[in-house]
């Protein structure tokens, strides 16, 4: 059974930095694209940024050059630094993997900026 667990979500002013992470555990093999959601109050589940097993990384336009994600193979785990945070940054943030054909999501960590 696959299990992701999120840390690092909380509460920064504008312009802070946060770091999340999320340690994938439940698979003899490894993920293969990882990466990172998020959702707004009343919007819909967007893409942030993905990193496939490849190191190939994809970012959403609205973060780029302020988010940096990365993995480490050996703990399955992915991390996204995100700096220069803004209000508009708020939201759900979820760790997405893929294992094969199936997709797993995990618990959600929240993160506030305040203005």
């Known amino acids: 059974q696959v299990q992701l667990v999120e840390s690092g979500g909380g509460l920064v002013q504008a312009g802070g930095s946060l770091r999340l992470s999320c340690a994938a555990s439940?698979?003899?093999?490894?993920?293969?694209?990882m990466g990172w959601y998020r959702q707004a109050p009343g919007k819909q589940r967007e893409l942030v940024a993905t990193?496939?097993?490849?190191?190939?990384?994809n970012y959403a336009d609205s973060v780029k050059g302020r988010f940096t994600i990365s993995r480490d193979n050996a703990k399955n785990t992915v991390y996204v630094q995100m700096n220069n945070l803004k209000p508009e940054d708020t939201a759900v943030y979820y760790c997405?993997?893929?294992?094969?054909?199936?997709?797993?999501w995990g618990q959600g960590t929240q993160v506030t900026v305040s203005s």
């Open positions: 997405g993997v893929v294992l094969g054909s199936r997709q797993y």
């Open positions: 439940g698979s003899a093999f490894s993920f293969d694209d």
């Open positions: 990193i496939t097993s490849a190191n190939t990384i």
